[in-house]
């Protein structure tokens, strides 16, 4: 064992702590005096411990805080918390002890730092459960987030003195966690890096490969680089610009992944290095010299078409701002030219602390330039106290997307109030139109049941679904409204051509011109606000033809000025139903309508004890509909003409028939219970039953016959109480059959 030289240990502790110092920005002799509090707290806490290496255990944190001043542009309470990020759950400092020393905001921060838990759990649900807390505690303050990158970052330049059973799992969770956290962030370099070094751990004989064959293509690299750059450089100073070129290799990682996706050989990566031009330039002047460049480059190699990406127009984002072209040399290979200003260069490596360094020049007003600038006056204001960060914070970006997972742990993003059936149509339309419901977080919900940050969620489908209507009330997102809507303008399409070829060869036998005045007769007479909803019923059978004959027909031409018509109020209708214009006041089923031709209507099945309303119908004389029946508001407003006051008559005893639908959690034997409440419960008589079951959750439709509502809630009262039912309602078929 090699004898530790302790002095000389403390001098390179100390030596480290000076050079975190030059790297912090907002060096006043205050933030000076309070990082070095943190310093000395931290350097006592950790004292007695040592990494993996061997080294002392502080270097640690005052690496995580360099990296956090240096690479991410973070202030001194940043610093003050990477400092102290290990101690409380490392050492026997306590949150209050933080509170005491440092106040309520560093508190805050390191408490979130400690409830990110170091390693996850390699089952995808449980680290989709993990990162919804870390997404929630994002939600407090920001900066627990960017220090956490530091911290992972460093412990992945250092990954050698982690436990090397934990090596393979922090590697993996960097590249699927942190790696598309930076990068949402905007933090480039550190993006790259972090996936750089997680591919250097998960396949390291590929890392190595390809690191190796960097090399020693290097020289020949430079040679080619050096030839592609010189017309350009020779342009750009004849023109006067200030500029700097870069000529930059690839990321290991994303070499890798080009070789992966195109399936070729490393000689075949075609764009292994990109040039980067960054001008010198003020603001206003940056997206003309952008272009002006792009167009000199252009003027010496061929640009790709297809490959010119415009970000300078539209950034990204996350604040993300180039001109990507992609062009041929002469030596027949593309490279990828990246032209910039050096704000916008400034932007892509450094990420959010360039980004308010800037801001003020620039008029935007995107969501997440709110956002930036947030955090920008929060690091600015020395004032901890005067800002409610947490408020501002869920304003901006986070309240306009939620953050929801797949059952294997994929992030979808959706607006905030996003549904399971927008869920389901993000994922592909195909299984929203076939979705029947979900589990959220391996609980059952329905179509309609609203998403929250961090829910995992599990699609059910059947073959049998199809969209609605109704549907269109439960979405937000414009994609799963089109969808939609799409479907059910086709289908409705399909079934309308098939009701207007009907329609016309009925009016050939009559006699009568297919015109669109006919047509709008014809409308009017039975009463549909057009003529597609026309053709729709008359295809549906639901159309009675045989009437139009009792319309006035001059030589092929329809009209409604004698005969038969359902303009309110006409003689055709007073003869039919005298009692209902002799009578003002209610209607009592089963009496007044003795005489009277009436039917429950069934697209809602009304029994005694529902709240009803008569309905006047052309064909089959008055329909009882339910109050919240979902015809009902069409009817009302539409025709209120044609309404009727109507009541049940008490105590009458005929059976009705009613329809229930059932959504539980499928566990055997749950059928038979429910058929054994039927037959035990007194004089309810089950009609059909109907199940269906889907991936542990399980939807039935039973059909009894009942007194009344009374009669129809004792059962599905005893319904809810087995268990595995989570839904009982009174269901109605999508039959729309209300009109006639
Ligand atoms: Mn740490």
Partial sequence: MTEIDLEKERIEILNAFKGLLRATKDRTRENTKLIRKAFDVAVDAHKDVRRKSGEPYIYHPIAVARICAEEIGLGTTSVVCALLHDTVEDTHITLQDIEDLFGEKPRRIIDGLTKIPEVFDENASIQAENFRKMILTISDDIRVVLIKLADRLHNMRTLGSMAPEKRLKIASETKFLYAPLAHRLGLYSIKSELEDLAFKHTEPEVYQQIENNL???????????????????????????????????????????????KGVPFEEVYDLFAIRVIVDTPVELEKPDCWRIYSLVTDFYQPSPDRLRDWISTPRANGYESLHTTVMSPQGKWVEVQIRSKRMDEIAEKGLAAHYKYKEEKGEDSKFDRWLVEIRELMENPDLSAMDFVNEFKMNLFSEEIYVFTPKGDLRVLPHDATILDFAYDIHTEIGSKCIGAKVNNKLVPLSYQLHNGDQVEIITSAKQKPVDEWLKFVTSARAKQKIKTALFEEKKIISFDGKEILQRKLRQFNIKYT???????????????????????????????????????????????????????????????????????LIIGEDFKNIQYRLAKCCNPIPGDEVFGFITINEGIKIHRNNCANAEHLMSKMAYRLVKTKWKKQELTAHLASIRLIGIDNVGIVNKITEIISNQHNVDMKSIFFEANDGIFEGRIKVLVYDKEHLEQLTNNFELIEGVKRVERWDSQDEEAIQ
Avoid: C
């Fill in 215 to 261: 090399k020693s293509t290097q020289d020949v690299r430079n040679r080619f680089i050096r030839r592609f750059v010189h017309p350009i450089r020779e342009a750009l100073l004849h023109e006067g610009y200030i500029f700097d070129i870069k000529a930059r290799t690839k990321s290991i990682s994303s070499i890798w992944r080009k070789m992966q996706t």
């Fill in 516 to 586: 669109p005045e006919n047509i709008a007769v014809l409308e009017k007479y039975f009463a549909y606000a057009s003529a597609q909803d026309l053709y729709f019923r008359v295809a549906k059978g639901k159309v009675d033809l045989a009437k139009i004959r009792e319309i006035e027909n001059h030589n092929g031409n329809l009209s409604l000025e004698k005969k038969g018509s359902n303009v309110p109020k006409d003689k055709h209708e007073l003869d039919v139903y005298p009692k209902i214009n002799k009578q003002e006041d209610v």
